[in-house]
């Protein structure tokens, strides 16, 4: 069963004003449709502009769509109601690239995480402290920490706080906008093997946006990959990218850098 359906999603931005040039919209998206099963990770990959980021942004109900459906658990995104809005955003939560901006510097770990349960929950305040407790134990980091404030965590860590606050409503997807990008190699291992042990204990769906093929191979299912506001190829299995005759899978498959100059292959691990 899909807990998303992207349908024919066409986006654009305003005109651009030029004294020289006649105004005219920037396409972003071109009919573009996609679906995600439940339990199932996709990744979204393509280079710098492909739209990627702005796909997401539709998908989360943060910029409707100039044309095009968005079905989430069988209701469509942008012809529901305030109310039943709200109902559906609690089940669809995000994390996105920048740890540090994505969450208020004065505010504690425990408010961070906690802002969510707040807005959709009615806890004790001995309640709420139970759960962010075991929410910073799921995601790896100490209760003790709470208190701490965003500049006394690093970035690894702080990302671990944004995951605990996506997780906090027992979501059933959250989009992950390239969540691993600005982490070092050693953390990005360390997250994106916290997300699958999270993916597989919880059934959560995700939709891991990315340039970066190495990460988008090592967590997803499948793969869809765009190109200048179009899906130009899916994958299903993953395994079948190594094989795709499309020419931006090929340069993304070519742009991969080993590890070491002797090793040429990704692992498939």
């Known amino acids: 069963m899909n807990i998303l359906e992207v349908k024919e999603v066409s986006h654009s931005y305003g005109p651009s004003r030029s004294f020289?040039?006649?105004?005219?919209?920037?396409?972003?998206?071109?009919?573009v449709s996609l679906s995600i099963e439940q339990g199932i990770c996709m990744g979204l990959l393509g280079t710098s502009g492909a739209g990627k980021s702005t796909l997401g942004k539709v998908i989360l109900g943060l910029e409707k769509p100039r044309k095009g459906q968005v079905v989430f658990q069988g209701q469509d995104l942008y012809a529901m109601d305030a109310a039943t809005r709200k109902r559906i955003r609690r089940d669809l939560q995000v994390v996105f690239q920048d740890s540090y901006s994505s969450v208020n510097p004065r505010l504690t770990a425990e408010k961070i995480i906690g802002e969510p349960l707040g807005n959709f929950e009615r806890l004790s305040p001995t309640e709420q402290k139970r759960t962010i407790a075991n929410l910073m134990d799921m995601v790896g980091l100490n209760a003790e920490d709470m208190k701490k404030y965003p500049r006394q965590f690093s970035g690894g860590q702080?990302?671990?706080?944004?995951?605990?606050?996506?997780?906090?409503?027992?979501?059933?997807?959250?989009?992950?906008?390239?969540?691993?990008?600005?982490?070092?190699?050693?953390?990005?291992k360390n997250i994106l093997r916290l997300l699958d042990d999270l993916k597989a204990e919880h059934g959560l769906s995700y939709l891991f946006?990315?340039?970066?093929?190495?990460?988008?191979?090592?967590?997803?299912?499948?793969?869809?990959?765009?190109?200048k506001g179009r899906i130009v190829e899916v994958c299903e299995d993953k395994n079948e990218v190594f094989t795709s005759q499309q020419p931006t899978v090929k340069n993304l498959v070519a742009s991969i850098l080993p590890e070491h100059p002797r090793n040429r292959t990704i692992s498939r691990a």
């Open 20 to 31: 020289w040039r006649p105004s005219k919209d920037q396409p972003v998206l071109s009919e």
């Open 158 to 188: 702080l990302q671990r706080i944004s995951i605990a606050r996506a997780i906090a409503l027992k979501p059933k997807m959250i989009v992950l906008d390239e969540s691993v990008s600005s982490l070092d190699m050693v953390n990005q």
């Open 209 to 227: 946006i990315t340039h970066d093929i190495r990460a988008a191979y090592s967590i997803s299912d499948s793969l869809s990959v765009m190109e």
